[in-house]
Each structure stands twice: as structure tokens, then as C-alpha cells.
């Protein structure tokens, strides 16, 4: 008999730095039912400081913990907003899973270390329920990469026991999950997703992203500016891998961007963003072709898998077009169709995490991340 459903709360605010996303959920670790979800997006200041911090700005021990402070008062804000529009009590729900701010992430290296900054023991106190946080660093400490974590997850709520089905999520960084029903769950960070899109958005249109590719859509891919981004090495390494603002960074595009000027002249700005989304797309649809067997007719028309999307690259207009153009075997859509909505995917890992962890499971999938075993991942905080 299936184990009954508990209540969870997901928190998720990822590289994007767009805001906070929170869930509640009903799981018992193999389904998943969304309950209620919202979202806030971070002050403007706030933002600011973030983004300063991950781009590499140095940061005072005092910065530091004033930003774990404010975001530790954010994530049980959202909390108490999420209860009060559900109408749920706090006692309903067994715990929260908050991932909290990632400000570096150096898997690399002789010391590897991911750090999430939202003060774990602020959520519990000012929300009384038991938080949940700091679920990457047992893994790196097994010799994982300590991300993506989501492939487990998109394993319980999303694999096919006839399809191969390859999940991508496109947040700040974009990474996939193949769920091929005949080999055991892989999953690794691809690129870029929206990163640099925002980047190059918001410093020439002071706009955030891109929305509707408003702007992508207007520019021309340009080829040799394509193939330098496309040259960055990191691409080419085997799993298990993750990355992140560190190396897709404004300062990385700026650098290429020096570069093609200096050899090819002048480029402007509408076909950097429509180069830049090309480059997204094409990062993702390397590794995707990598596990297809190729149709051996050109009339084949039985798509070779579904590629689902999530995050919210998949509001991207374009870089959708550009997925499906390039996967013209695949039958691309997004995770909506079946079942799991796409903007609250990764709040809702992080609520099923919480569930394993308080449950005494494992987390991690060493096959994904490199770890030496599957672990209990996080840090409890009662209230
Ligand atoms: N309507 C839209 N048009 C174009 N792009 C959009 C639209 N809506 C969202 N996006 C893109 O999605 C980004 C936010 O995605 P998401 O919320 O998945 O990021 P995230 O939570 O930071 O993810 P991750 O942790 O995976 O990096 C925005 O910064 C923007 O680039
Ligand atoms: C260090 C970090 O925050 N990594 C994020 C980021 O955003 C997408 C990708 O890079 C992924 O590796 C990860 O997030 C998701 C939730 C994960 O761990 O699966």
C-alpha cells in the first residue's frame, strides 16, 4: 500500500536572481501533487547586491551575513504569504525544503564548495515549521558536484516506462535529465540558459530578460560569434558536471564579444541577443542528439523522444522555436503537458527533497553528481 500523502513546502530561487519561488506540496516521496504555489520577485537593492556578490565583487563579513539575514527573512516571508493564500496552518506541514541563494558555486578544484546563503534557522523560528537547507554540500563532501540535484525528482514524477524522455530545465543555467527507460537516470548542467540573455538584456535595454524575445527576435545569429561561445571548453567535459554565474559571467561574454569585434568589426546589439538565445539552444541540443539513435530515413517521422522544458526559458519564444528546429525528431513541449507545471518544477524538487531528508532517504543520485554514495542531503532546523 502507498505510503499517505504529507504536506511540503518548496523554496526555490535560483541564478536567474529573478525572485523566490515557493510551493506546497502533498508527496510521499513517489507522487507529487501541487497544492498551491506563489512567487516574489526580490527587491530591486536586494537584487542588486546579489548580483554584484555572484558576478565576484568582494564581500565584507558583515555584507555577508546581512545577506543571509535578509534572505533568511524572505524565504519565511513568502512562507507565511504562501499559508495565508492556501489557508493552511503551519502545523499542517511536516517541513519546509528551502535551497536559499546560491552566491558561488566552485565544484572544481582542490576545495569544492556550493554556497547557498538564507539563514535556515530564521525560516524555522519565524514560520514554526521545520526548515530544511544546505543540500549540496554532503554531496560535494562524498566528491560529487553537488548539483543538479532536480534529476531525482524529475525521475519520480516524470519518467515513461516506454519513452525516452530527456527534462531541461532553462533557469540561469540550463541542465537536462535523460529518463530513458532502459538505462539508469543521468543528468547534468549544459550551459547557460537565460544567463546571459539577462545579462546582455539589462545592460543594453535596462530590461531584465528578454521578455517574449522581444528583442532576440528582431537580430540575425551571427555564425562566427555562434562558433566562439560554442568553443568554451567546459562544454566539451564529461559528466558529471555543473557550472555557473563563475564561469557565465558578463565578464566571460564581454571577453568574446572583444574578441570577435577585434577579427570581424562591429556587431549590434539585436543579433548579440539573437546569437546569445542560438547559443542556449545550441548547447542544449548537443548533449540532447547524444542520446538519440539518429531516424535512418528522411521520411521518419516517429519522434525519436520527448523533450520536455521547464523554467523559464520555456516563456522564451525563441529559444522554443530554436529547440524545435533543431530537434526535428523530437517532439518538443513542456513539462506542463504532462502534469508538472513548469515554473514550479524546481520549488517542488526542493520540497521532495525536504520530504526525503526527514524521511531518512537519499537525495542525490551519484550517477548524476559524482558522488561516492547516495546520501541524506541538508541541514534540519527546528523551530
Ligand atoms: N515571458 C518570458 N520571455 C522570455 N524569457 C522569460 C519569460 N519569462 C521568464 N523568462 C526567463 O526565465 C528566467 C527565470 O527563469 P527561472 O525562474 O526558471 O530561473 P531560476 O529560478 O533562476 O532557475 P535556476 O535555478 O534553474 O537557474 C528569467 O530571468 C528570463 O530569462
Ligand atoms: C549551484 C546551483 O545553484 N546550481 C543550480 C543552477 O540552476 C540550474 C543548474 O544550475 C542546477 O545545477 C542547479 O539547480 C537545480 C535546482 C539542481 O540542483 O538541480
Redesign the pocket.
Known sequence: MASPLELYIGI?S???LDGIDAVLMATNGHQAQLTASTTRPFAKALRQRLLDVANGTPISAQLWGELDAELGQAYAEIVLQLLQESGTQANQVRAIGC?GQ?LW?Q?YGDLPF?L?LGDGNRVAALTGIITIND??RKDMALGG???????A?HQQVLADTKQLRIVV?I?????ITVLDPQQPVQ???VGP?NMLLDAWCQQQWGQPFDKGAAFGLQGQVNSDLLARLLDEPWLALPAPK???RELFSPHWLAAHLQEHQAQCGAINALDVQATLTEFSASAIVDQVTGYATKPTTATQTMPTGQLLVC?GGGHNPLLMQRLTALLPNWQVTTTNSAGVDMDAM?AM??AWLAHQTLHGLPGNLPAVTGASRPAILGAIHLP
Do not use: K, Y
Open positions: 526555490m535560483g541564478t536567474s535551497h546560491t558555486h565544484p556550493s547557498q543540500f549540496r558536484q553537488g548539483a543538479p540535484l532536480v534529476p525528482f530545465n533557469g540561469g543555467i540550463a541542465n543528468g547534468f548542467d540558459g555543473s557550472t555557473g523554467g524546481e524538487a526542493f
